[in-house]
C-alpha cells in the first residue's frame, strides 16, 4: 500500500496548536505558578547552609528508619558538596518534590473514583496504560509547545509521567481492603464517606505509599530528562555532559541523582513499612472498634 498514510501525528500537533492557542492564559497561568513553586522552594534550599540542611534530612532518615540512614545521608550529602553539584541538587530536589506533590494530588483522587466506580475504572486505566507506554522524551514536545523552556515544562512533564502509579497503586490498594471490615462499617451505620475516611484510606495507606514511592523514583528520572527542555539541575548538567562528552561531570551529576534517589526511597519506603504496621493492626485487631467509630462520628 505505497502512498497510504494516516496522518495521525499531524493531527496531533494541530490538535497541540489549537488547545495552546485556546487555552493560552491558562497555561501561561498554570507554567507561572510551577515555575515559581520550584524557584521559592529551590531557592529557600540553597540559602539554607548546607550543614544544618544536611543535618535535618539526616534527623529525618533517623526518624522514619534508623541511624545508618542518618549516617548514610551524612557521608553521601556530603560527597554532593564534594562534587560541587549541591545547587544542582537541590534545584532537582524542589523540581521532584513540586512534582510529586501535584502527581499525588491528582493521582490519589484519580484511584479513589476508580476504587469506587467500575466505569470510571474502564475508563482510567487504558489512559494510565498509554502514558505509561509512551517514552518519557515524547512528554517534552507538549511540554515545551504550552510552557516553552525552563522549570515548568519539566514539572509538567515530570508530572504526566510519573501519574500512572500514583492512580494504579491507590485504586489497588482500596480494593484490596477487607470486605468484611468494610460491610462492618455499614452495618453500624456508616456513610460511604466516612467508611472511605476511617477505614478504607487507613488500610490501604501501606499500598498508597508503595505508589507514592514508584512516583517520586519516576519524577526522580523524569528531572533528569527535563534538563533537556532548560530545568536548572542535575538533568541539564547530564545533558550538557552527553553534548561536550565530560565524562567527569556527567559522572557526577549522575551519582548525584543516584544519592538522591537512594535518600528518597528509603525515607518513603520506611513510611510505606510503617503504615503497614499499624493497617495490620487495624484490620487485625480492631475492626468492629474502628468501624464503630466511623459510625458515630457521621
Known sequence: MDGFRIPIGDWAEAALDWFNDAFK?????????MSWLVESLSDLLIAVPFPLLIV???????LVRSWKVALGTVITFLLIVAMDQWENAMYTLSLV???TLIAVLIAVPLGILAARNDRASAVIKPILDFMQTMPAFVYLIPAVIFFTIGFAPGVFATIIFALPPGVRFTELGIRGVDSETVEAGYAFGATPGSILRGIQLP???PTIMAGINQ???LALSM???AGMAGADGLGKEVISAISTLNVSKGVEAGLSVV???VFLDRVTAALGARGEYKSSLLGLIQK?????RVAANA
Open 56 to 62: 535535618v534530612l539526616a534527623l529525618i532518615g533517623w
Open 203 to 205: 488500610l490501604a495507606m
Open 288 to 292: 468492629r472498634k474502628a468501624a464503630a
Open 97 to 99: 518534590i513540586i512534582a
Open 259 to 261: 544519592i538522591l534517589a
Open 223 to 225: 528531572a533528569v530528562v
Open 25 to 33: 492564559i491558562v497555561l501561561d497561568v498554570i507554567g507561572f505558578v
Open 215 to 217: 512516583v517520586i523514583m
